[in-house]
């Protein structure tokens, strides 16, 4: 599903017209009446559409268009319809037009006894901050809700006030339940603060043949873009076929990090698991991952820094590396002058083997630190390399940039820097970007504060690892590691809550998720989510 600017929506409406004959009206059409199934499909349990009680707001364009085709749609299935022109201040009480002196008094009383508010006043013809009177029937419906939590608000397109192309609201924006989009997803709900604000989301058909999205490169991470990347598992089938991971993680420090990507790659489906340690650090791995294999590493020298040793222990790891699909560099490795060494070496070997024959590369966490302290460090990565900064982490590779965890900025830095240094760019946060160096974008809606915990990264990172060595190609296997990864925390935060979240609770969650994407029915267009 792709994901549009107001410029590509426009576009999109004026090709369907120009091409196919689909004119405004008709796509109103199949707009008011998509918002309406959709609508009724998603009425809470205890909600009947029979005598439903539903306010429209209803603006002066077309999204006001569509309210109106949504308002008699949901009438003729026997919902109580009132609709109230912004514009005019007319209001209609189930089709009788109320005196203009009544007015005021009747839409209180239509307020108070609504169940739901549809908000159809402006969509992507918003050209400007909302009037002040706009703004005071929007806080109308807030001050009616505060009373009433109960009270649900719908959003046709997008909640009045949101910016789409930018993520900015207007201060009289009225937070939606849900959004019932149309056509796509636009790209300003994906970040902050616009996202707080859409509710659950919905997308609408407008029946605009697909063909007219192929130069779009912007998709929303779903479950049918996913289900058809997740590997296929053949009858005939052993350990080789699913790939070989060779995590070059954890230190004395940080040992958690290699046990939790490991175990995550080996959840994701990887064939065999072997993490690259020390002699010392082995009882604490052996202890706790009875699965992995181990590649055994020259302990790291205490004092000065040597470089042969440095490129004893990088041999150490290369040699193992034959016959290993994906190489995970980075998580808990900790920054000392010999281990950056020892990972320069080891991208040394990795670019001087043919691409058939080395491994993929993902590189996280500490090894993006270690590499953010040199100079052009990216000419020093092989071909395909995924990498996977949070925004600090982002920040160091960007010569100490701020870089937001979720205002739009994000977006194009992601982009031009993916171009820039010729890498696969998964930049985490809030809804994580996936963005392949010729721009290709994937954005993850499943935005969840419980994964904002330590080691929810390393899980991360060795969810791609272990679909790299399944064979897929770089941008897919980060795109469904992001995505699966904020599947397998849902799973948890729907028991648990937003607070709590181990990082490895998500770990025999993963599997689930992908049984789930394999085998649950999706419709395109009308991925929920909870938020
Ligand atoms: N175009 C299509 O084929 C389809 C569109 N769909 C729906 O239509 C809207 C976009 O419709 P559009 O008419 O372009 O825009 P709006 O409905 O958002 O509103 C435009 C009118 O609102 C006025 N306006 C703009 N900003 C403000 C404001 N801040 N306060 C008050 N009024 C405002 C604007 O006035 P101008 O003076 O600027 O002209 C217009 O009168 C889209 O979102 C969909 O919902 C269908 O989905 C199908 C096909
Ligand atoms: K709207």
Known sequence: MHIVTVAEMRELEAQAEHQYGLTSPILMRHAGQSAADIFMAQLLPHHSINDLEVLFLIGPGNNGGDGMIMADNLARAGALVSLYTWKTHELTIRGQPIAEQQIDKELTSGLQSADYVIDALLGTGTSRPLNEDMRALLARVEGERKQRPDLRVVAIDQPTGVHTDSGEVDPGTLRADMTITLACPKIGFFFFPARDFIGELHVGSIALPPTLEHNLSTEMLNTGLCRASLPKRPLNSNKGTFGKVMLFC??????????????????????????????????????????????????????????????????????????????????????????????????????????????????????????????????????????????????????????????????????EKAREWNVILVLKGACTLVVSPLGETRINWKANPALATAGTGDVLAGMIAGFLAQGLIPFDAASLGVYLHSCAAERVSSELGDAGLLASDLLPQIPRVMRDILHTSFEEGSDITER
């Not at 790891?317 to 034959?322: F, I, V, Y």
């Not at 083997?353 to 000419?379: C, F, M, V, Y």
Request: hydrophobic content about 35%; aromatic content about 4%.
């Open 250 to 415: 954890g230190s004395q420090p940080y040992p958690g990090s290699a046990y939790l990507a490991g175990s995550s790659a080996a959840r994701a489906g990887a064939g065999l698991i072997t993490l690259a340690v020390t002699e010392k650090m082995l009882p604490t791995y052996a202890s706790s991952f009875h699965e992995a294999t181990f590649a055994i590493l020259p302990e790291e020298p205490k004092s000065e820094i040597s470089r042969g040793q440095a490129h004893d222990r990088a041999q150490a790891l290369t040699e193992h590396l034959p016959g290993y699909r994906a190489l995970l560099m980075g998580p808990g490795l900790g920054q000392s002058p010999e281990t950056r060494e020892t990972i320069l070496q080891v991208l040394e070997d990795l670019r001087n083997q043919p691409p058939n024959k080395r491994p993929r590369l993902i590189i996280d966490a500490d090894g993006l630190n270690n590499l953010s302290a040199l100079e052009h460090w990216w000419t020093l990565l092989p071909e395909g390399t995924v990498i996977t900064p949070h925004p600090g982490e982002m920040g160091r590779l960007c010569d100490s940039l701020k870089v937001s965890g979720g205002s739009i900025d994000r977006l194009q830095l992601a982009r």
